[in-house]
Structures are given as structure tokens and as C-alpha cells.
Nanobody
Framework: QVQLVESGGGLVQAGGSLRVSCVGSGRTFNSRAMGWFRQAPGKEREFVAAISWDGGRTYYADAVKGRFTVFSDRPKNTQYQQMITLKPEDTAVYYC?????????????????????WGQGTQVTVSS
């Protein structure tokens, strides 16, 4: 079992920065790829970013490429998503997720079905 807890959300003005964190627990947490998704009101949950289990590969949605960065601090069992130049359209609940199979994730890192464990989410609101 893997448990995930996000934190770090909040209210920020457009153009500002924010870092959200995801602390994981469970014996296999550090051997799993991780993903970040977001869900805005009235919209489906969408892929934002992902990072491989060894941190060697990262992937980003086009909408956040160049503005968001994901990285790991494995001794702390923590994943981070650094967000800069935030826009009002980035407003959403942000979720971290831990992947299931590595092979499937390598091809399908952007699919919700690649992840078997989810955090409760943290709200990010960007004002214009």
C-alpha cells in the first residue's frame, strides 16, 4: 500500500510561483513513478507532469511545459512540483499519484489508469 498526502497549495496572483509537495509512505513508494494531475471545476482531471522512479525522465503537458518542474527528494519520501509564471487557468485541485507497473507507465504516463494510488489533492488558486 502507498499513501500520498499533498500540501502547499494556496492563493497566488497571476505571474507568481508556488510549490506543491507530495509526501509518500509505504514500502514501495520510492520505487514508483509519480504523476501530477489537476482538476478544475466542471472539468475532467487532466495530466500535468510525471517523473520516473529514478528521476531520470520527466514529462509535462504542453500547457505547463517550461513553467512547471517536478523533482524528487527520496530521503524525505517527497515529490515536488514547482510552478512558476502561474496563470488563472492553472487554478485547480492538484493531485499526486503513484504508478502501478513500470512498463505500462513508460508508455502511458499521461493516463489516469497508469496510477493506482492518489492523494487527496491540494487547491491552487491563481487570481488575475
Amino acid at each position: 500500500q502507498v499513501q500520498l498526502v499533498e500540501s502547499g497549495g494556496g492563493l497566488v496572483q497571476a505571474g507568481g510561483s508556488l510549490r506543491v509537495s507530495c509526501v509518500g509512505s509505504g514500502r514501495t513508494f520510492n520505487s514508483r513513478a509519480m504523476g501530477w494531475f489537476r482538476q478544475a471545476p466542471g472539468k475532467e482531471r487532466e495530466f500535468v507532469a510525471a517523473i520516473s522512479w529514478d528521476g531520470g525522465r520527466t514529462y509535462y503537458a504542453d500547457a505547463v511545459k517550461g513553467r512547471f518542474t517536478v523533482f524528487s527528494d527520496r530521503p524525505k519520501n517527497t515529490q515536488y512540483q514547482q510552478m512558476i509564471t502561474l496563470k488563472p487557468e492553472d487554478t485547480a485541485v492538484y493531485y499526486c499519484a503513484a504508478a502501478e507497473g513500470k512498463l505500462y507507465w513508460s508508455v502511458n504516463y499521461y493516463r489516469r489508469g497508469s496510477y493506482g494510488y492518489w492523494g487527496q489533492g491540494t487547491q491552487v488558486t491563481v487570481s488575475s
